[in-house]
């Protein structure tokens, strides 16, 4: 099957201890990989590790295709207006959607023209979000993408990744409050546990 | 090719961000014409003077509006969270580094050029010597962005970043300010001044290979 993210033997030290044990993940086309275990347990360096923005220590990891991290900063300037924002996000990546489409899909339909500065962290959220869609990136690292929305807004970031999934691409999520609406056979399971962290350092933390 | 894209559509954003914040972003100015103003009044408005001091106090103003704005240089994007997204992916942060120093360098290197010619004739600077005034300054001030850049992404996430900047950035810029202004004030005396002008742009040229590597490796590390 197409692969489109494949990372060996993949170690992130921090204070010179090992966050997490080596790990092997291969993200394949049409499949989605649920990161979940308890709080400072290695989820979100993981997912960084994933997207590039931190260096493994040890291990290697190849991109085969484009891929798009959101993160728990909405990366967005308050400053400039969600559309702005996001003819931002659309000229950086492979262009997808248009940007009308792209803020109705994550229900800002009509706010294109407010500055993102007056959002609340939910839609801050949804506007994080839709830079997933302005972009034609196959590899979604979504790090707890449920965070501050509320019940509709999980719903659509479920909808958005079955639709993604179907479209060929593939998802690594970090999540603990929810897990994704998606058909089981799809799924992949990755438990990170505290057990296997060396040198208490998460406890401190 | 998508390296490319990216760091025009950042260069546009950065400038789009600096006219909505049109003050902020005037401030270097400001605070060169500031600088200029009063320095005369202080000294005391005796033509030779001022021109021996004139080629100084324009560099040293040129360098404080550069160090005003270094501050802001990449914080904003570490605290919002658009900074890490410039390495998501295998995309060219070098290139980015460029773009981000240039738009620092058009709001405080580039108004302090155009301001030049007003300044030299209010300091009574010879007027055969105010073409190397702004070759030097046209020179020396992208070097002024690169090192300054180079001082704010190492102290970007240290507490208290604004003091040690400056300590960081002093012995950089050491040689840069002789030798721009060592050229003025030759010119000024009527010798020659391309030796000095030389030496700056050897330095610009060292400065403009080496600090955005040195700046994206910077920043990768803050993001740890």
Sequence with gaps: MNRLLEAHQLEFHRYGNPVFQPLDIALQAGRAIVLTGPNGVGKTTLLRLLAGILAPVNGTLHHHAPASFVGHLPAVKGDLTCRENLDYERRVGPPGLDLAEALAQVGLAGLGSRPSRALSAGQKRRLGLARLLVRKTPVWLLDEPYASLDDAGCAGVDALINQHLSDGGGVVLATHQRHPRVAPELLDNIVLEAGIVDGGVEETQ | ?224
Excluded: C
Aim: proline residues 6%.
């Design chain 2, 1 to 224: 090719m998508i390296g490319t894209g990216s760091a025009s559509a950042l260069f546009r954003r950065d400038m789009k961000l600096a006219f909505r914040r049109l003050g902020e972003s005037l401030l270097p100015l400001f605070f060169l014409f500031t600088v200029i103003v009063l320095i005369p009044l202080g000294v005391g408005p005796g033509p030779n003077l001022l021109a021996r001091m004139a080629p100084g106090m324009v560099w040293v103003a040129a360098l404080l509006a550069s160090l005003l704005a270094l501050e802001h240089l990449f914080r904003p994007d570490l605290e919002d969270g658009t900074l890490e997204q410039w390495f998501v992916g295998e995309r060219s942060v070098y290139r980015r580094v460029l773009a981000r120093l240039f738009s620092h360098w058009l709001i405080t290197g580039l108004p302090v050029i155009l301001f030049s010619p007003l300044a030299a004739e209010m300091l009574h600077l010879p007027r055969h010597a105010l073409g190397t005034l702004i070759i030097s300054l046209l020179i020396g001030t992208p070097a002024l962005s690169l090192l300054g850049g180079l001082a704010a992404s190492l102290t970007l996430s240290t507490r208290g970043a604004s003091v040690l900047l400056s300590i960081l950035i002093f012995p950089l810029i050491v040689p840069l300010v002789i030798f721009a202004t060592g050229a003025v004030s030759m010119a000024a005396d009527s010798l020659d001044p391309s030796a000095h002008l030389g030496l700056l742009a050897a330095f610009t040229i060292l400065s403009l290979t080496l600090a955005p590597i040195g700046i994206a490796a910077a920043l990768r590390m803050n993001l740890e």
